[in-house]
């Protein structure tokens, strides 16, 4: 069992976040995904962010309680999950934070968040990306949700719906930030950059060294 589901408690970046079963624990590699859009999003007064696969709300509310003044968005698709993004959610808007608004809904729903259509700064997501039948420890296979974990044959069905969705709601200029398996470190690129709707598609390695997440930005900006 893992052990933040005995504590009952998550530690991710300054926050500590509740997680049991339904919900996936938070990860410190998902740390610098945030550390990468923080940085993205430094100076920007206001920023319009999406948070797609939200689970405890790890990104979603590091990102509200480290750029005061952010507009977040969460978007959770499992019903069990999105009570724990909402619990931690009020949590953290009673800590002070700005609330953040939680969505239940499918990222690849090309309805989803309709009306931020274009006028989104940054979508960043830790998606499900484990290929379908790999091998995960039994700590992980047990205790995160499915939902949470399996991708499809390659890993990337869920990403693949994630990028339309994020090519239609992001500005031109807009930042995308997708966390991957550390074998889809070409493989994800290569996605992103097929779709024809990003420049500056870049992957980033993680503490270990290994491939851990992909940034690229919205077509169209400077
Ligand atoms: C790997 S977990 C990441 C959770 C959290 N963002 C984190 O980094 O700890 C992926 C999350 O995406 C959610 N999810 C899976 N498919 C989804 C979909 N189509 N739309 C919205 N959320 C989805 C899962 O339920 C899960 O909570």
Redesign the pocket.
């Known amino acids: 069992m893992p052990l933040q589901h005995l504590t009952g408690r998550a530690p991710?970046r300054h926050l500590e976040l509740a997680v049991g079963p339904g919900?996936?624990?938070?990860?410190p590699e998902?740390e610098q995904l945030v550390e990468w859009a923080l940085a993205r999003l430094a100076g920007a007064e206001g920023p319009v962010v999406v948070?797609?696969?939200?689970?405890?709300?790890?990104?979603?509310l590091s990102i509200a309680h480290e750029h005061p003044g952010a507009r977040v968005t969460a978007?959770?698709?499992?019903p069990q999950?999105v009570e724990w993004t909402r619990h931690n959610a009020a949590q953290r808007a009673a800590a002070g934070d700005r609330p953040v608004t939680v969505l239940a809904?499918?990222?690849?729903?090309p309805r989803l968040l309709a009306d931020l259509d274009g006028a989104v700064d940054l979508v960043v997501?830790?998606?499900?990306?484990v290929p379908d039948g790999a091998r995960v420890p039994r700590e992980v296979a047990d205790h995160?949700?499915p939902?949470?974990?399996w991708g499809g044959p390659d890993g990337l069905d869920?990403v693949r719906?994630?990028l339309r969705t994020a090519a239609r709601l992001l500005r031109p200029g807009g930042a995308l930030g997708i966390?991957h398996a550390d074998q889809q470190g070409d493989a994800l690129p290569a996605l992103v950059r097929g779709t024809g709707d990003f420049t500056d598609v870049t992957d980033h390695p993680d503490l270990t060294g290994r491939p851990r997440f992909t940034t690229a930005v919205r077509r169209g900006g400077d």
Do not use: K
């Not at 809904?105 to 729903?109: A, C, L, V």
């Not at 997501?125 to 990306?129: A, D, F, L």
């Open positions: 991710f919900v996936f624990v938070p990860r998902t948070d797609l696969g939200s689970g405890s709300g790890a990104i979603a978007v959770e698709r499992d999950a809904g499918d990222m690849t729903d997501s830790n998606p499900p990306y995160d949700p939902l949470a974990l869920v719906g994630l966390e």
